[in-house]
């Protein structure tokens, strides 16, 4: 009886998928909420690396989560966003201190004794002449400006803080609306931490320990599922008693 079930379901969703896909030319980006843009990031790191290290993300009070490729040699990151924000800032730095008043964390500055990379991105729409089908969909790119912080060091908002050596980077590039600008690692990034990779996971094991006091601070995030009231689902279930 049960296994009876089991194939209606898979039936009436097989075709209530088909059904859809076909007559409204379904894009996968419909499935985020109508008010948020989910973006992926990618750090990419020269195949030189054996093991890439662990490296810590913040934005927004949020800790990021993030998933080593030791294959191709990448980490990878999700962010959400409103629609309605075009502005996005990219922070590279060794340390981070909270701006504390009245017990409360108002800001994140960076130390004025660290260096670090800050970039703006901006994402405009242009038309893509090198597609030979003719659709309304606008293409999106993002404009990357390196730049400095104001004079009291405090981190926008709605920053991408991550905790590693900017002198590593060696440049942000590409993106569309669905990914953010790929970080690039330098290829001589072994020279730069000391020679060796054991030194890249030595300063690897200080950040994660200096960033102790930041994760306090932000919360995890954790996988949302928004309401698209657009969708319908028909779900059989079996009877338990069957």
């Given amino acids: 009886m049960k296994v009876k079930y089991l194939c209606l379901f ?8 088909t059904t859809h896909s076909n007559t409204h030319n379904w894009d996968p980006r419909s499935i985020y909420s109508c008010d948020k843009t989910l973006f992926v990031g990618n750090i990419q790191f020269p195949q030189c ?21 030791n294959a191709n040699k990448n980490i990878q990151f999700t962010i959400s966003d409103d629609k309605s924000c075009k502005t996005l800032f990219i922070l590279i730095t060794q340390e981070v201190i909270p701006h504390i008043k009245n017990h409360t964390v108002q800001y994140l500055k960076t130390s004025p004794n660290q260096s670090c990379k800050f970039y703006q991105m901006t994402i405009v729409e242009y038309e893509d002449r090198s597609r030979h089908i003719e659709t309304d969909k606008k293409r999106c790119k993002w404009e990357i400006c390196e730049t400095k912080l104001s004079n009291n060091e405090k981190i926008p908002d709605n920053t991408l803080i991550i905790i590693f050596n900017p002198e590593c980077v060696e440049k942000i590039e590409g993106g569309n609306e669905l990914e953010l600008p790929k970080i690039v690692i330098k290829q001589n990034i072994l020279d730069i931490v000391g020679g060796s990779e054991e030194k890249l996971h030595d300063q690897e094991v200080e950040l994660l320990m200096s960033c102790l006091d930041l994760n306090l601070i932000h919360t995890k995030s954790t996988p ?3 309401q698209n009231l657009q969708k319908k689902l028909i779900v059989a279930m079996s009877n338990p008693e069957g």
Avoid: C, M, S
């Fill in 224 to 226: 949302k599922v928004e």
């Fill in 10 to 17: 898979l039936f009436l969703t097989t075709l209530l998928a």
């Fill in 49 to 69: 690396i054996k093991t890439i290290p662990q490296i810590a993300l913040y934005r927004g009070g949020t800790k990021i989560n993030t998933e080593n490729d």
